[in-house]
Nanobody
C-alpha cells in the first residue's frame, strides 16, 4: 500500500510563500505522475498542478500560473509545490495524489488515473 504524506501547510499572510511537500516513504515515485489538488470549504475539488516524475512534464491551472512551481527530487522521493504571492483565495486543504501510466493533462484536466491520495495539509492565507 502506497502512503503519500503531505507537509508544509500553515497560516501565511497575503503575498507570502509556502512550500508543500509530498513524500512517499518506502515507495519510489519515479514512474508516477503526482498531482496537487485543493478543496476550499464549500467548493469543489480543484486541480492545482501536476508533474510526471519520469519526464518532468508539468501542468498548472490558470489561477496559479506564475505563482506556483511544482518540482521533484528523485533522490528524496518527494514532490514539492512552491507557492508564492499567496492570495486569500488559495486557502484550502491541499492533497497530493499519485497515478501510474497517466499524463499530467489526464490527471489535472480530466481527473483521471489517480491511484493513491494523501490526507492533505491545510493552507490558510489571511491577514
Amino acid at each position: 500500500q502506497v502512503q503519500l504524506v503531505e507537509s508544509g501547510g500553515g497560516l501565511v499572510q497575503p503575498g507570502g510563500s509556502l512550500r508543500l511537500s509530498c513524500a512517499a516513504p518506502g515507495f519510489t515515485l519515479d514512474y508516477y505522475t503526482i498531482g496537487w489538488f485543493r478543496q476550499a470549504p464549500g467548493k469543489e475539488l480543484e486541480a492545482v498542478s501536476c508533474i510526471n516524475v519520469g519526464d518532468d512534464s508539468t501542468y498548472y491551472t490558470n489561477s496559479v500560473k506564475g505563482r506556483f512551481t511544482i518540482s521533484r527530487d528523485i533522490a528524496k522521493n518527494t514532490v514539492y509545490l512552491q507557492m508564492n504571492s499567496l492570495k486569500p483565495e488559495d486557502t484550502a486543504l491541499y492533497s497530493c495524489t499519485a497515478g501510474g501510466l497517466v499524463t499530467v493533462q489526464t490527471m489535472c484536466t480530466q481527473r483521471g488515473g489517480m491511484d493513491y491520495w494523501g490526507k492533505g495539509t491545510l493552507v490558510t492565507v489571511s491577514s
